[in-house]
């Protein structure tokens, strides 16, 4: 036979208590308005008093999980300005190197060589693409797994917890 940890009877354990001047009365006044005898009103409001102490626990570790997911998503967004702050400087510093190559006497050394620089210059801005879009992709694995362990660990939480767990 199990027993409910808020049932009590004749055969419950007993516990002499003395209460404070003007409890015994605050008691009875809230067992009267929630229909319960005064005993079951003592039993029901220790019993959540400690189920509520071990549930605040549970909402820390929530808590925790949730803003390790927000600095991975935040460590994410850096990473990607980084990559696009590199990628751009880049492309800047090849810009002002055609501006200086591109004088007078670069003119006048003939189009040949401007043609060669552009098509330089081309290839090396499609690696960049390239490798921007490798990057990011990883950030976006990195990203992704890291949900998926705060969804695993969110998963856990909620099996151990009655309470439920808001994003």
């Known amino acids: 036979m199990t027993t409910d940890s808020t049932t009590t009877g004749r055969d419950s354990d007993k516990f002499m208590l003395r209460f404070p001047e003007g409890m015994r009365t605050r008691i009875s006044d809230a067992a009267r308005a929630s229909s319960r005898s005064m005993n079951a009103e003592v039993v029901s ?5 400690l189920r509520a102490q071990g549930s605040s626990s549970l909402e820390i570790v929530a808590v925790i999980a ?24 880049e492309a800047v510093d090849e810009l002002v190197k055609w501006i200086r190559d591109n004088d007078l006497a ?11 620089q552009l098509e330089k210059m081309k290839d090396e801005s499609q ?35 009655p309470i439920s767990i808001k994003e």
């Open 106 to 116: 670069a003119k006048a050394r003939g189009a040949t060589r401007h043609f060669s």
């Open 45 to 49: 409001r220790l019993d959540g008093s």
């Open 127 to 161: 690696f960049a693409v390239c490798h921007f879009r490798d990057e990011a992709q990883k950030s976006e694995l990195e990203l992704l797994e890291t949900k998926r362990r705060r969804d695993d660990a969110l998963d856990a939480l909620a099996k151990i917890s």
């Open 66 to 89: 949730k803003l390790q997911f927000e600095l991975s998503h935040a460590h994410y967004r850096e990473r990607t300005c980084l990559i696009e702050q590199r990628v751009l400087k």
